[in-house]
């Protein structure tokens, strides 16, 4: 069983930064690629970034580019999202997850990923 927790949330004013933490349980972490979703208040879950398991390659949606960036770190199974320049409509619980398949690419869906976190809040305000 992986277990997923999510840390860094908290509240910030619009233009501010925050930087959320994952850490896996387990000792596969560095098999599978990883991602980061959020949902507000009313809303589906959104993707917000994707990193490969090597940690060569990223992907985000144009909501975020430029101004989030995942990272990991496999040596302490730890993955990252930097979020700067935030605006009050990144506000939302943010989870981390795992994909479902070791070795795979980059997926935006949350049917692709299999174990979550239980998320952080992030509010940002105007």
């Known amino acids: 069983q992986v277990q997923l927790v999510e840390s860094g949330g908290g509240l910030v004013q619009a233009g501010g930064s925050l930087r959320l933490s994952c850490a896996a349980s387990?000792?596969?972490?560095?098999?599978?690629?990883m991602g980061w979703f959020r949902q507000a208040p009313g809303k589906e879950r959104e993707f917000v970034a994707a990193?490969?398991?090597?940690?060569?390659?990223?992907y985000y949606p144009d909501s975020v580019k430029g101004r989030f960036t995942i990272s990991r770190d496999n040596a302490k199974n730890t993955v990252y999202l930097q979020m700067n320049s935030l605006k009050p409509e990144d506000t939302a619980v943010y989870y981390c997850a795992r994909d479902r398949t070791p070795g795979s690419g980059l997926h935006s869906r949350v049917d692709e990923y299999d174990y979550w976190g239980q998320g952080t809040q992030v509010t940002v305000s105007s």
């Open positions: 387990g000792r596969t972490f560095s098999w599978y690629s």
């Open positions: 990193i490969k398991w090597s940690g060569g390659d990223t």
